[in-house]
């Protein structure tokens, strides 16, 4: 009777102490190998590397050749003890900044070197135009989060990899990006995936159809506005996340103790309110002079007017050029302000972009 005790308390025993061991070694094989690749470490070579760190794979075949109950047991807990190290040094390692990290590039890869893709900040992650927009709680996480790639990759395949990793680690419906030529990320829009609101919603909120009386002309999602319902309720400040024009029905997302609230009371007017964004940094451009000056953005509004660019287009357009120049040390010249300004035109109106060509430089 003893003896049937005995085994597995000693397979048990055993087990700890040799998990505890792999625990820790392959914690440290995990967060390294996180920290240098920024992918996750495959569960299988991570639990060999675990099992054989110890010299247990030598003893596993005694074990199999004479089973016991005490072994399996050992078995079992060293398992254990693995996996959890493997997620554990995972986790840690990927909520540790990588600054600093350039002088330890290419150690332990012989000539093979690496390179870091960092994304913008958060204020400068835009969204994608006419498609759903991705939640604030997601941009953050996303905000300067790096990607270690190979240095020798060309700029098509980074941008293919970093847009690979976003949408399938992240869940976004899709990424376009664009890079400088020392690899730097320019310009990054984003957006939520197509498949329903259920992407977007957040888990305290639910999403509700409000119809409408009238409705603004170009209504869009996105857009901010104040609901005044046929009840004298009012929703101050909500965004619009869906529209059916047809119905006149708008749908928001809003605290489940709002449904009473607004349950079968239609909206006798809908007022579209303007969005508060940050204002553009401004730019200092070097004269012919050679003096240097603040350039006003009112001279490109001013020219993409002229050639028939809608304001608010031609907002848009000046408030994506005045970031992706303020990345660039100062002063920038004129011809990079008309480079990127023709950039971002032939992306809403490729007849302007080519009327602009034809336009001197901004004086």
């Given at each position: 009777m003893i003896e049937i005790l005995l085994d597995p308390l000693t397979g048990l025993l055993d087990g700890l102490i040799s998990g505890t061991i792999a625990f820790f070694a392959v914690l440290m094989f995990s967060f390294f190998y996180r920290f240098f690749t920024n992918e996750k470490i495959p569960t299988f070579i991570g639990i060999a590397f675990g099992l054989g760190f110890w010299g247990f794979t030598g003893g596993l075949l005694d074990i199999f050749q004479?089973?016991?109950?005490?072994?399996?047991?050992?078995?079992?807990?060293?398992?254990?003890?693995?996996?959890?190290?493997?997620?554990?040094?995972?986790?840690?390692?990927?909520?540790?900044?990588?600054?600093?990290?350039?002088?330890?590039?290419?150690?332990?890869?012989?000539?093979?070197?690496?390179?870091?893709?960092?994304?913008?900040?958060?204020?400068?992650?835009?969204?994608?135009?006419?498609?759903?927009?991705?939640?604030?709680?997601l941009k953050m996480e996303l905000s300067e989060r790096e990607f270690t790639l190979p240095s020798d990759l060309l700029p098509e395949t980074i941008i293919k990899r970093v847009k690979r990793r976003l949408i399938t680690d992240w869940g976004l419906g899709d990424a376009e990006i664009e890079l400088s030529k020392d690899?730097?990320?320019?310009?990054?829009?984003?957006s939520a995936k197509d498949e329903g609101l259920s992407v977007i919603l957040p888990r305290d909120k639910i999403a509700l159809p409000i119809e409408c009386e009238l409705l603004p002309s170009t209504l869009a999602i996105g857009d901010y506005v104040t609901v005044f319902l046929e009840n004298k309720?009012?929703?101050?400040?909500?965004?619009?996340?869906?529209?059916?024009?047809?119905?006149?029905?708008?749908?928001?997302?809003?605290?489940?103790?709002?449904?009473?609230?607004?349950?079968?009371?239609?909206?006798?007017?809908?007022?579209?309110?303007?969005?508060?964004?940050?204002?553009?940094?401004?730019?200092?451009?070097?004269?012919?002079?050679?003096?240097?000056?603040?350039?006003?953005?009112?001279?490109?509004?001013?020219?993409?007017?002229?050639?028939?660019v809608d304001s608010k287009v031609a907002n848009e357009i000046i408030n994506r050029v005045q970031y992706k120049l303020y990345k660039i040390d100062p002063p920038v010249t004129k011809a990079n302000i008309k480079k990127v300004t023709l950039r971002e035109l032939e992306k809403e109106n490729s007849n302007a972009a080519n009327m602009l060509k034809k336009r001197k430089i901004w004086k």
């Open positions: 004479q089973p016991t109950l005490g072994g399996a047991i050992k078995i079992l807990t060293v398992l254990i003890f693995v996996v959890w190290g493997i997620n554990t040094g995972d986790k840690i390692s990927a909520k540790i900044p990588k600054k600093g990290t350039e002088m330890l590039k290419g150690i332990g890869y012989g000539n093979k070197k690496f390179t870091t893709i960092k994304l913008p900040h958060e204020r400068l992650i835009f969204d994608i135009v006419s498609k759903p927009k991705l939640p604030n709680s690899g730097r990320i320019t310009h990054l829009s984003v309720h009012i929703i101050e400040r909500i965004e619009v996340k869906g529209i059916d024009e047809k119905k006149k029905v708008i749908t928001i997302f809003s605290d489940p103790t709002d449904l009473e609230m607004i349950r079968n009371s239609k909206a006798k007017l809908v007022i579209a309110l303007p969005i508060s964004v940050p204002k553009p940094p401004e730019l200092s451009v070097e004269c012919e002079s050679g003096s240097i000056e603040e350039f006003k953005a009112e001279k490109i509004l001013k020219t993409l007017n002229e050639i028939g």
